[in-house]
Every structure is written in structure tokens, then in C-alpha cells.
């Protein structure tokens, strides 16, 4: 097994379903245009609060992404 490099990345995705959606939209949208994406970690969870409900979610993340060997 090789020992392998990372670099870390910071992500903030957003959605009006959940925090779990949040995440993956952040992923998924990095993932197009970044390589080795290999773990997360989430910092910071935020939302806007309208009449009394959550009406949207705000994570933040820690990406980090493999460096080629």
C-alpha cells in the first residue's frame, strides 16, 4: 500500500431539503471539475429559518482530494 498526499479543500453547498442533500450538492457539483475526491468532513451546518420552518440548509466542508502519484 502506498502512503498517499492530500490536499484540502474548503465546500459550501446549500439546499431547501436537507442538510444530507447540502452535502451531496456541494460533492457532486466539485466532482466535475475535480479529481481524486476521497473524504469529507463537515464544519459547519447553517440554515434560514421563514415562518417558523426550515427553509433552507447551508454545510460547509473540509474536502480532500488525492494528490496523483
Known amino acids: 500500500m502506498n502512503d498517499h498526499v ?3 479543500i474548503e465546500l459550501t453547498g446549500s439546499s431547501t431539503q436537507s ?3 447540502a452535502i451531496r450538492t456541494a460533492i457532486t457539483k466539485a466532482s466535475k471539475t475535480l479529481r ?3 473524504w469529507f468532513q463537515v464544519t459547519e ?17 473540509k ?3 488525492r494528490i496523483d502519484d
Open 36 to 38: 481524486n475526491l476521497h
Open 63 to 65: 474536502v480532500g482530494l
Open 6 to 8: 492530500y490536499k484540502q
Open 45 to 61: 451546518t447553517r440554515g434560514m429559518i421563514e415562518d417558523g420552518k426550515v427553509a433552507y440548509w447551508q454545510v460547509t466542508l
Open 19 to 21: 442538510s444530507d442533500d
